[in-house]
């Protein structure tokens, strides 16, 4: 009763467990200090505390933990005498460590010796002397009563305990031999909340188990969170130990459905307890167990089909498929009769394999024989379905399955998951839960990655998060790292950061999901931070971290950091790695570095779609379309089928090229291939031609599509806009709103940009308005932008200017560009004056702005300023971008400047024009000589504007293209006004339709007359 007196507390505390908070950096910076090299003589133990006895207590842990690990006492009590010597004075951490020394090295007096001393005592402190005394009870029973004493001391001066103060307790219950000290402990784990603790909870199913409570033992075994193979081991020894054989082949059944797999532990502690078993159930189990048994090679029997059974999986654990393949046809073939073991060692190996025919083969003897109702043999039927991509045959046997376990429903579950039925894998889940069955780590990380792909999934997976910390299986690496996987791929990274920090071994796979949401969370440099710790700490990234690592140096343009990456994965012997090589060229791409691209694209030994993509697309974006269109011939003739991705790409270059035809034959091969239905290849189709000038084309794909999102109707919208059909414009934005599609700010791009072009002011106002009003959309600079350009064209000049004082935000050069083009329009040179110098204050180099200064000044016969213009532009040193124009003919483009002799056709095109220019001043053509900014006879300036590069483009398309072809020329600049009113004259006398694009916008000439209405 002395015991007892002795753990009863004078006071009793509740307590709320606070889980430990695992603080990273800290944490790596341990794992680096632990691989330093620990001394190893006693002479250097000295040499190098008389070398640093000024420097910190640090210094001492690596021979305090030598002296554990070798049980080195003298070691020890060396090298606290060092400390003592040295005049340092321990601190609490240096003084724990040393009692751990003592009690690790079998002292306990010197243990409580030090204790004793220690002034400054922590909870670390009383778990270290616990932990002596618990070591120390092996050989000295008095210790046990000492340590009760101490553990009640502790009680009285400590508010909150953990599962360390309670590990040593309860071993000195367990050799103290008295049931009501282990029970005391167990209602005071009760009380602080750590009853539940997976060690604090199996250490009191051991006891109860040694003290013969089987009851007890059992029902705390059946309430436990999480049971480890350790745990069903010592209740299933308890059971036999008792000579309760039937409940231990029944517990051994339960171990096997729980998904967790028993070890040769299990295996011979059943085999070798049981003698009689009574009943038909009891012997079918002991044959069930010799049979799982003789599949780990733990159960020798020398029948045929045991030692058949044997060498299939010894072929299957060898990994090597086909011969276990080969092995059963030649078991089969013997006349051997198979057993479940064999049907469930084959069906794996098939599964591997990915043999779906033997496999419904195999199937079909399972259901002959009868052993298609075996849990097992239907399980490895799901495996093999699932992994063969066969979910739909997973789901018959799974729903015509008479016993359903844990593993059938972790099988089907995961089976759904990864073929794209995530949300069947979570009904499956709610049934799993409405059955009653407890979800173990492997059901809660397949069901949380299908979450990662639903609309609602985040919810659901906060839901799962939920029941997964209630259930005490958040802290398994499977379950935390899918849990964090999703956080991660949602942009939620404060919540994947929270698991992130409690997970306490190192789990790659979890790091690499923290990196891929940083990158999608825009916080790139963290992701490459989390890759330094990782090489810091001494651990070895894979494929998928270097790949991942290389994306945030291309979304930061970090070149230097993403070749010292690729120069990484070299020595890793990475680079020839399909998804490394392609992170790598990706990376290369984005940091505008098409060289060294090329260069990592040519060593890729077999380039899939996504590196072809990849390649082509950093063609476009680095102005390099013709490449882009070369490649993708390249990537034909090497047999690579092009996806979705590959035809947006290249559509995207037809449409930077203004390709038509190119663009055309792009659009066949995507309807050959059945690619041209679906939304992102149709989007980037209309905005081709729009951008082609074909907006009848673009319009009629828009009005085939079946799925209309918003990058669709933006891409029309802003078709029609810069085609100058702003009626149909604002009609299809009506249409828009009227089918419920929430426009953004490109579409009021499109809107407001269709309102400049054809002068609908006070509209430009209302929908500038209602965008803030309407639809909560905050006006950025590129919708002042367009409302500036309204007013600009429409001579506003003043208004626009005070339009711009009164933006939230600094002016743009493109703005004060646009306006200063419309002060050169409508003569007003003071206006001019004054936006030419905002301009060239923001970008002091931009020659447009000169060009337009010198032209302004000349429309207005002020040649001195137009002279003291150039004069500035030449001091600066700033080149005018020369003005040219260019048509495509036959898929091969055909440029021409002003003036322009350089082409093989040139007498020809001259001829041309000069009789254009006879025919067109017959119907009433005025060569408006306005546009020429020379001082110059007017004789010279008629001169001057008949070969300016577009009629030259026009002339020859004239010559080089059946009678009823329209002709397409694109220019550079914007047209001047006399070749605006010339070419309206050459389709009338031509008889031909004319496309020009120009820097702002589509002119259609047809019949004489312009479709902008001559407002441009």
């Not at 040694?210 to 999480?226: N, S, T, V």
């Not at 929430?742 to 809107?751: A, H, L, M, S």
């Not at 309102?755 to 308005?769: D, L, M, T, W």
């Amino acid at each position: 009763m002395h015991f007892q007196a002795i753990l009863r507390p004078k006071f009793i505390f509740l307590y709320a467990s606070i889980p430990y908070a695992y603080n990273l950096i800290p944490r790596l910076r341990f794992c680096s200090l632990s691989r330093r090299t620990s001394p190893t003589s006693h002479s250097f133990l000295y040499s190098s505390f008389s070398r640093s006895s000024s420097s910190s207590s640090s210094q001492w842990f690596s021979v305090l933990r030598t002296a554990v690990a070798t049980s080195d006492l003298p070691l020890g009590k060396r090298a606290h005498a060092c400390i003592i010597t040295s005049g340092e004075d321990p601190d609490r951490f240096l003084t724990n460590n040393l009692i751990t020394m003592y009690s690790k090295c079998g002292s306990l007096s010197s243990a409580r010796c030090l204790f004793d001393k220690a002034p400054d005592r922590d909870l670390v402190t009383w778990n270290s002397i616990l932990a002596a005394f618990a070591q120390s009870a092996d050989t000295e029973l008095g210790s046990i009563q000492e340590g009760f004493i101490f553990f009640r001391r502790l009680r009285e001066s400590f508010v909150s305990t953990s599962r360390l103060t309670l590990a040593p307790v309860l071993k000195l219950c367990l050799l103290s031999g008295y049931i009501w000290a282990s029970e005391t402990v167990h209602g005071y784990a009760v009380k602080i909340g750590l009853e539940w603790d997976v060690f604090v909870s199996g250490a009191l199913v051991n006891i109860y188990s040694k003290f013969g409570q089987i009851g007890k033992a059992r029902a705390l075994f059946d309430r436990m969170p999480e049971r480890d193979v350790v745990m069903w081991n010592v209740m299933l020894r308890a059971y036999v130990e008792m000579g309760l054989e039937e409940e231990a082949l029944h517990l051994f059944s339960a171990f096997h459905k729980s998904g967790s797999r028993p070890d040769d532990v299990s295996m011979r502690c059943v085999l070798a307890g049981i003698n009689k078993v009574g009943s038909d159930e009891g012997k079918r189990l002991v044959k069930q167990i010799q049979a799982y048994a003789t599949k780990l090679f733990l159960y020798d029997d020398d029948s045929n089909v045991f030692l058949w059974n044997k060498t299939l999986s010894e072929y299957r654990y060898a990994g090597e498929n086909w011969a276990a393949i080969d092995c059963f046809i030649n078991m089969i073939r013997s006349k051997v009769e198979y057993d479940t073991v064999t049907l469930v060692v084959i069906l794996s190996a098939i599964a591997d394999a990915n043999y779906l025919k033997l496999g419904q083969q195999i199937h079909g003897v399972a259901v002959k024989s009868g052993f298609n109702s075996v849990a097992s043999i239907a399980n490895s039927l799901i495996n093999m379905y699932s992994k063969s991509g066969s979910v739909h045959f997973a789901r018959k046997v799974f729903n015509y399955m008479e016993e359903v376990d844990l593993i059938s429903w972790n099988s089907i579950i995961s089976s759904c998951a990864q073929s794209g039925l995530e949300d069947e894998s979570v009904r499956l889940f709610i049934d799993l839960l409405q059955d009653g069955l407890r979800p173990d780590q492997f059901t809660m990380a397949s069901v949380s990655r299908a979450c990662s792909s639903l609309k609602d999934g985040l919810i659901l997976t906060r839901q799962i998060h939920v029941h997964a910390v209630k259930t005490g299986i958040v802290t398994d690496r499977f379950v935390s790292t899918a849990l964090i996987d999703v956080y991660s791929k949602n942009g939620k990274m404060e919540e994947a950061e929270v698991l992130f920090k409690y997970k306490v071994e190192f789990d790659l796979a979890s790091w690499n999901a923290m990196m891929f949401g940083y990158i999608i969370s825009n916080d790139s440099h963290k992701a490459l931070k989390l890759l330094s710790m990782i090489h810091e700490c001494g651990e070895r990234a894979d494929e998928i971290t270097l790949a991942t690592a290389a994306k945030a140096c291309g979304c930061l343009v970090a070149m230097q950091e993403g070749k010292q990456i690729h120069g990484h994965t070299t020595k890793m012997g990475f680079d020839l790695d399909l998804f490394v090589s392609s992170g790598i060229l990706d990376m290369y791409v984005k940091c505008g570095d098409m060289e060294s691209a090329n260069k990592v694209f040519t060593e890729i030994p077999a380039p899939d779609d996504v590196a072809w993509t990849t390649i082509i697309s950093g063609c476009i974006e680095n102005g390099d379309e013709d490449c882009a269109l070369s490649i993708y011939h390249w990537m034909r003739l090497s047999g690579v089928q092009p996806d979705e991705y590959t035809f947006a790409t290249l559509i995207k270059a037809s449409s930077c090229l203004t390709a038509l035809e190119q663009g055309r034959q792009i659009h066949a091969n995507l309807i050959k291939l059945d690619c041209a239905s679906d939304t992102f290849v149709g989007t980037s189709l209309v905005d081709m031609y729009a951008k082609c000038g074909h907006i009848e084309d673009a319009y009629r794909l828009f009005k085939k599509m079946e799925v209309k999102n918003i990058a669709l109707w933006n891409a029309m919208l802003v078709g029609l806009a810069q085609y100058g059909n702003a009626e149909e414009a604002l009609n299809l934005f009506r249409l828009m709103i009227s089918n419920n599609i929430k426009p953004d700010r490109v579409t009021f791009i499109g809107v407001l940009s269709a309102c400049s072009h054809s002068g609908f002011i006070s509209e430009a106002y209302q929908y500038f308005s209602s965008m803030h009003k309407d639809y909560g959309i905050e006006p950025e600079i590129e919708h002042y932008s367009c409302l500036v350009d309204s007013l600009g064209r429409a001579g506003r000049v003043q208004e626009a200017e005070e339009l711009i004082k009164s933006m939230p935000f600094e002016a743009s050069a493109s703005m004060y560009r646009a306006l200063l083009g419309a002060c050169r329009l409508q003569g007003d040179t003071e206006t001019g004056k004054r936006v030419a110098a905002k301009l060239l204050a923001l970008e002091p180099s931009d020659s447009a702005a000169y060009v337009l200064l010198s032209n302004m000044y000349a429309a207005a016969n002020q040649w001195d300023d137009v002279n003291d213009a150039r004069r500035m532009m030449k001091r600066t040193n700033v080149k005018k971008d020369p003005g040219f124009s260019w048509i495509d003919v036959k898929n091969k483009l055909h440029l021409f400047v002003v003036d322009d002799k350089s082409h093989p056709q040139t007498d020809r095109v001259y001829e041309k024009l000069e009789g254009l220019i006879k025919r067109i001043q017959e119907e009433g053509y005025v060569p408006d000589t306005d546009f020429v900014l020379l001082d110059v006879e007017e004789e010279e300036k008629q001169r001057a504007l008949y070969y300016h590069s577009e009629k030259l483009a026009i002339a020859f398309g004239l010559i080089s293209t059946p009678p009823s072809t329209t002709l397409r020329v694109i220019k550079n600049l914007r047209v001047c006004g006399d070749c605006h009113n010339a070419i309206k004259y050459i389709s009338k006398v031509a008889q031909r339709d004319i496309v020009l694009r120009d820097a702002n916008r589509f002119h259609r000439f047809s019949h004489g007359v312009c479709s902008c209405g001559d407002y441009w």
